[in-house]
Nanobody, 121 residues
Framework: QVQLVESGGGLVQAGGSLKLSCAASGSIFSINAMAWYRQAPGKQRELVARITSSGMTNYADSVKGRFTISRDNAKNTVSLQMNSLKPEDTAIYYC???????????????WGQGTQVTVSS
């Protein structure tokens, strides 16, 4: 059983900062990419930032220069530092991991339950 648990969401004023964290636990053999997605009311879920096991990153254009994704491979965690937050960043943020449960297992995607981020103007 694999679990991804997010933490760090909340309410912040525009221009403020928040840091989200996500910890993957369970019988995990290896984790490839980890990512943060978000879904605002009435909108589709979108990729915010992604980081590979070697540390390569990519970001949505809307968050470049404001958000930073990082991971600790030893602890199976991924974080998202969000600075200069805007009201349009308001959404539920989901952690995602592409991982294998054994040497012969394929790579499957797992999701966290989501954490609410609300940015007030």
């Amino acid at each position: 059983q694999v679990q991804l648990v997010e933490s760090g969401g909340g309410l912040v004023q525009a221009g403020g900062s928040l840091k989200l964290s996500c910890a993957a636990s369970g019988s995990i053999f290896s984790i490839n990419a980890m990512a943060w997605y978000r879904q605002a009311p009435g909108k589709q879920r979108e990729l915010v930032a992604r980081i590979t096991s070697s540390g390569m990153t990519n970001y949505a254009d809307s968050v470049k220069g404001r958000f930073t994704i990082s991971r600790d491979n030893a602890k199976n965690t991924v974080s998202l530092q969000m600075n200069s937050l805007k009201p349009e960043d308001t959404a539920i943020y989901y952690c995602n991991a592409a991982l294998s449960l054994s040497r012969t297992d394929g790579v499957n995607l797992y999701w966290g339950q989501g954490t609410q981020v609300t940015v007030s103007s």
